[in-house]
Nanobody
Framework: QVQLVESGGGLVQAGGSLRLSCVAS????????MGWFREAPGKEREFVAF????????AYGDSVKGRFSISRDNAKNTVYLQMNSLKPEDTAIYYC???????????????????WGQGTQVTVSS
């Protein structure tokens, strides 16, 4: 069982930056693929980014590519999402997710993750 706790959300003006953190329990964090998803009101959960367990593979959703960056510190059991040049349409609840099985397509899907955090709200004002 893996428990995930996100932090770092908040209110920011358009063009600003935020860094989200997600701390995972457990001793095998480095073996898990870690992902970030977001869900805006009335919309489906959207893939934001993933980073594989070894850190060698990363991917981003088209809407955040070039603005967001995912990183991980396996020694701290933590994955980060650096969000720059934020836009009002980035407003959503952001969720951290983890799974032991990695796949370049699978890890872009919410169904590819067994463990989820409680989410952190990000609001971008115009």
């Amino acid at each position: 069982q893996v428990q995930l706790v996100e932090s770092g959300g908040g209110l920011v003006q358009a063009g600003g930056s935020l860094r989200l953190s997600c701390v995972a329990s457990g001793r095998t964090f480095s073996t898990y693929v870690m992902g970030w998803f977001r869900e805006a009101p009335g919309k489906e959960r959207e893939f934001v980014a993933f980073r594989s367990g070894g850190g060698g593979a990363t991917a981003y959703g088209d809407s955040v590519k070039g603005r967001f960056s995912i990183s991980r510190d396996n020694a701290k059991n933590t994955v980060y999402l650096q969000m720059n040049s934020l836009k009002p349409e980035d407003t959503a609840i952001y969720y951290c997710a983890a799974d032991r099985s990695f796949g370049s397509s699978r890890s872009r899907s919410a169904g590819g993750y067994a463990y989820w955090g409680q989410g952190t709200q990000v609001t971008v004002s115009s």
